[in-house]
């Protein structure tokens, strides 16, 4: 990891706007500099040309040049005769080489831009010359003006660096306090996550005020709390219920091995024998349903294939072992859906168990479809479900009283399994109404005809 990605990101960004700043900073000046040189020195130039026509005006009117002339806006006039000769200049140039070799041809005066002039040795001029024809006597007018340097005036190049500077350091201060404020709300939920722990999972990030990507963030996180919350008790309720239902055959096997051993020449030992197979068996429920259910939780793949629910269903029933009532059936066939087979075939069955289990004389199966969806529904004519209980009884380990038994036989995992089933090949496993006894309603998505 680079120093760059050890930053916070609010030091990255104050860095990002300060150095996007510093180019705009430069920039602008440099510009301004660079605008303020061209208009001065077209002015420059548009002034000293016209000063050398203006005096070469007056000569050729006859007007003889003075030694000496004024010059109030160049820095220095010099009038040159055919022979190359000074004959006429400004104070500051009284004695001094003539400035140019210019020679305009025409009467449009022509300039030109040098830092070797004679007459102005180390500086740098603009030098404009006009040509003049005083009484048949050929002259040549030159006017002279200092260069504008890059920087123009050292005061105007101070105040921009100070502008700038002011400039860069209000952008610094405002990005970081700007992304401090924006991140407040980011350190506050970083604070209380770090503050959850896996023995208080009740606690939720604050939201922040404005409705925002963060507050966006603030709910999702809580969403997803709430869900890990509910997660969490589930598998505390789970593991409670679970070591509740692999103890109980285990203490009555203890408590029947240990009675039979107390007096041995007395034990029934073929109905202790007995016993213990049964309860080997409630456990052996117990633990394939468990190990059912945590292959369901942690995301099983499917082995999906095209099927005829209704020869599904015709396969199960004509193998199933019936202990009371055998199922009538109402099937349709066609009814093609796209499942995996095993998984299918094992909801059927804690289907039919429970139904069984149940049922008075009559237990019926139907299959058909019903809109874009296929439909499987089981009934038997028991007790039934009340209709606050319906959902209850798809939680794992829940298992309903009856009129006849204090609770219903089974592990409670049989239709919990069920209903993760059909929800991880997206359907759905509901209790619907019914005449009398329960009935389980199966929905899956038809399949498509390609």
Known sequence: MNVWQRWSVKTRLTIIATGVMAVVAIGAPAF?????RTTTLA????????TAAWTGFHLEQGVQPPPTLPAELV????????SG??????????GRPRMADLRPSGRRPVSKSTCSSPAFPGACVLIAAYHVDAGGSPLTVYAADYEVPWYVSWDLVFTLTALSVAVLVITAYGAHATVARVLAPVNAITGRLAAITASDLSLRVPLPRHHDEIRRLAETVNRTLDRVENAVERQRRFAREASHDLRTPLTAMRADIEEALLHPEDADWPRVAQAQLDNIDRLQAIITDLLELARLDSGVSLKLERTDLAELVTYELDHRHWRKVAAVRELTPGVVVVIDRIKIARLLANLLDNSERFAESMLKVIVGPVGDKAVLE?????????PELREAVFQRFMRISTGRQPYAE???LGLAIAREIAEVHGGTLTIEDSEVGARFVLRLPLAPEQ
Do not use: C, N, Y
């Not at 002015?43 to 016209?50: E, G, L, R, V, W």
């Open 378 to 386: 089981v009934l038997d004519d028991g007790p039934g479900v009340p």
């Open 410 to 412: 089974g592990t409670g």
């Open 85 to 94: 000769r000074v004959i006429s200049a400004s104070p500051e140039l009284a």
């Open 32 to 36: 301004v500099l660079a605008t303020l």
């Open 75 to 82: 820095a220095g006039f010099q009038v040159v005769d055919a």
């Open 43 to 50: 002015h420059k130039t548009k002034a000293t040309m016209a």
